[in-house]
C-alpha cells in the first residue's frame, strides 16, 4: 500500500453529493492565490452551492459552474466606517441603489455591510444611526428580494473597536428595522471569540440570522481538531431550526488549501 500514488482530495475528480442540511459556500479571499474560475469549479465538484464576497464584476462567475454569488459585495461600506455614521448614508444608499438591483438580476441572495467602528461614539448612539441607514436602505432589498445583512466581528482580536460585536446589539438593531430583508451575518469564528454559547444564541434569534461564516478558532484556520468549536454539532443545531439560507466557509488554509476546504465540507454536511 505504501508504494501506491497518493491522491489528494484536490485532485478528487468524482463530484461529491451532499445531504443538503447545510448549503455550504467559500469565501473568496481566503483563496486569493487559487483562480476564480478554478475555486469555483472545485467548490461545485465537492457539493458547495455558492461563492461568498465577490464584487459585482465576478457575481456571473459561479453561475458558470452551477453555483451562486451566495454573499455580494454592493458598496456597503468598510469595517471602520458604514452604517453607525450618519454621513455615510447617503454613498451607501447610493451604492445599494446601484447594485441590489444587479444582485437580483444576478441570482446573488444577500449583500454584506457592517456598523463601523465606535471611534468614541456610544453603543446606543451608534445603533440608533444604524437602524436609522437600515431604514433608509430596506426598501431597496425588499423591492428587489435581496438580503442586507449586517456581521457581526470581534473586537477582542481582529477588528478593534468594531461596534456590532455581540449578538444581542446586532439583533437589537435588525429587530427596530423590522424587514425581512435586513438580518444579521453571524459569524461563527468572531462570535465564538466574543461570547460563545453557540447553538443557544444562535437558535434563539435565528429569524433575524440571514447568513454564516465559519473559522477555526484560535487562528482562524481549518475546521478540525486544533479548534475549540465542534462543528458538526453547530451544524447540527442550525439544521434543527430549519434554516435555509447560506453557510460559507471563511477560515485561512494553513495546508493544502483545496483539501482544507473539501474536509470543511465533510465535516459540516450533517
Given at each position: 500500500?505504501?508504494?501506491?500514488?497518493?491522491?489528494?482530495?484536490?485532485?478528487?475528480?468524482?463530484?461529491?453529493?451532499?445531504?443538503?442540511?447545510?448549503?455550504?459556500?467559500?469565501?473568496?479571499?481566503?483563496?486569493?492565490s487559487t483562480p476564480l474560475d478554478k475555486l469555483c469549479?472545485?467548490?461545485?465538484?465537492?457539493?458547495?452551492?455558492?461563492?461568498?464576497?465577490?464584487?459585482?464584476?465576478?457575481?456571473?462567475?459561479?453561475?458558470?459552474?452551477?453555483?451562486?454569488?451566495?454573499?455580494?459585495?454592493?458598496?456597503?461600506?468598510?469595517?471602520?466606517?458604514?452604517?453607525?455614521?450618519?454621513?455615510?448614508?447617503?454613498?451607501?444608499?447610493?451604492?445599494?441603489?446601484?447594485?441590489?438591483?444587479?444582485?437580483?438580476?444576478?441570482?446573488?441572495?444577500?449583500?454584506?455591510?457592517?456598523?463601523?467602528?465606535?471611534?468614541?461614539?456610544?453603543?446606543?448612539?451608534?445603533?440608533?444611526?444604524?437602524?436609522?441607514?437600515?431604514?433608509?436602505?430596506?426598501?431597496?432589498?425588499?423591492?428587489?428580494?435581496?438580503?442586507?445583512?449586517?456581521?457581526?466581528?470581534?473586537?477582542?482580536?481582529?477588528?478593534?473597536?468594531?461596534?456590532?460585536?455581540?449578538?444581542?446589539?446586532?439583533?437589537?438593531?435588525?429587530?427596530?428595522?423590522?424587514?425581512?430583508?435586513?438580518?444579521?451575518?453571524?459569524?461563527?469564528?468572531?462570535?465564538?471569540?466574543?461570547?460563545?454559547?453557540?447553538l443557544r444564541t444562535i437558535q434563539k434569534n435565528i429569524?433575524?440570522?440571514?447568513?454564516?461564516?465559519?473559522?477555526?478558532?484560535?487562528?482562524?484556520?481549518?475546521?478540525?481538531?486544533?479548534?475549540?468549536?465542534?462543528?458538526?454539532?453547530?451544524?447540527?443545531?442550525?439544521?434543527?431550526?430549519?434554516?435555509?439560507?447560506?453557510?460559507?466557509?471563511?477560515?485561512?488554509?494553513?495546508?493544502?488549501?483545496?483539501?482544507?476546504?473539501?474536509?470543511?465540507?465533510?465535516?459540516?454536511?450533517?
Amino acid at each position: 500500500m505504501a508504494s501506491l500514488p497518493s491522491v489528494s482530495w484536490s485532485e478528487q475528480t468524482t463530484p461529491v453529493q451532499r445531504k443538503g442540511n447545510i448549503r455550504q459556500s467559500v469565501c473568496r479571499w481566503c483563496y486569493q492565490s487559487t483562480p476564480l474560475d478554478k475555486l469555483c469549479a472545485y467548490a461545485a465538484r465537492i457539493g458547495l452551492k455558492g461563492v461568498d464576497l465577490l464584487n459585482p464584476k465576478e457575481w456571473e462567475v459561479p453561475t458558470r459552474y452551477g453555483l451562486i454569488c451566495s454573499m455580494g459585495y454592493a458598496g456597503g461600506g468598510e469595517i471602520g466606517s458604514a452604517l453607525n455614521r450618519t454621513e455615510n448614508h447617503a454613498k451607501l444608499e447610493e451604492a445599494f441603489r446601484k447594485n441590489i438591483p444587479l444582485a437580483a438580476k444576478a441570482g446573488v441572495p444577500n449583500v454584506i455591510t457592517f456598523s463601523g467602528n465606535r471611534a468614541g461614539m456610544s453603543d446606543e448612539e451608534g445603533a440608533k444611526n444604524t437602524i436609522a441607514g437600515l431604514n433608509r436602505l430596506k426598501k431597496i432589498g425588499e423591492d428587489h428580494g435581496v438580503n442586507i445583512c449586517i456581521e457581526l466581528l470581534n473586537s477582542k482580536v481582529d477588528h478593534k473597536d468594531y461596534m456590532c460585536d455581540h449578538t444581542a446589539w446586532g439583533v437589537r438593531v435588525v429587530q427596530a428595522v423590522n424587514s425581512p430583508r435586513v438580518k444579521l451575518l453571524y459569524d461563527i469564528y468572531h462570535m465564538q471569540i466574543m461570547e460563545g454559547d453557540l447553538l443557544r444564541t444562535i437558535q434563539k434569534n435565528i429569524d433575524w440570522i440571514g447568513h454564516f461564516h465559519t473559522g477555526g478558532v484560535p487562528g482562524r484556520h481549518e475546521l478540525d481538531g486544533t479548534q475549540e468549536v465542534q462543528w458538526d454539532a453547530v451544524m447540527r443545531g442550525i439544521t434543527a431550526t430549519k434554516y435555509r439560507g447560506y453557510v460559507a466557509h471563511e477560515f485561512v488554509p494553513s495546508r493544502d488549501p483545496l483539501t482544507s476546504l473539501r474536509q470543511a465540507a465533510d465535516l459540516c454536511d450533517v
